[in-house]
């Protein structure tokens, strides 16, 4: 198993950027694809970024591409989401996710695919 921890969430204007942190500890971290969720409330989770194992390869909805990119530092066991031009709708609590594989090149975009979870961070954009 891996336990994630994220953090950098917090009160932002509009238009600011923050960059979140999702450190992993317990199993080898450099053999699980990651993922960054966000969930707003009364809405589902939705995908906001993927990163494969090697770093090497990303996945982004359309509605995250351009203002959202996910890095790695397998080195540092860590996992980042940076996130420019921050708008009000953007408001949720982010989760990081992990998800085993045997690729390196694997990008996992469906939260059902991910089985460990971070306990979140908020972010909240104020207009």
């Known amino acids: 198993q891996v336990q994630l921890v994220e953090s950098g969430g917090g009160l932002v204007q509009d238009g600011g950027s923050l960059r979140l942190s999702c450190v992993a500890s317990?199993?080898?971290?450099?053999?699980?694809?990651m993922g960054w969720f966000r969930q707003a409330s009364g809405e589902e989770r939705q995908l906001v970024g993927a990163?494969?194992?090697?770093?090497?390869?990303?996945h982004y909805p359309d509605s995250a591409k351009g203002r959202f990119t996910a890095s790695r530092d397998n080195a540092k066991n860590t996992v980042y989401l940076q996130i420019h031009n921050l708008k009000p709708e953007d408001t949720a609590i982010y989760y990081c996710?992990?998800?085993?594989?045997?690729?390196?090149?694997?990008?996992?975009?469906?939260?059902?695919?991910?089985?460990?979870w971070g306990p979140g961070t908020q972010v909240t954009v104020s207009s």
């Open positions: 990163i494969s194992w090697s770093g090497r390869e990303t």
């Open positions: 317990g199993d080898k971290y450099s053999n699980y694809a």
């Open positions: 996710a992990a998800a085993p594989v045997f690729r390196g090149d694997t990008v996992v975009d469906e939260p059902t695919k991910y089985p460990y």
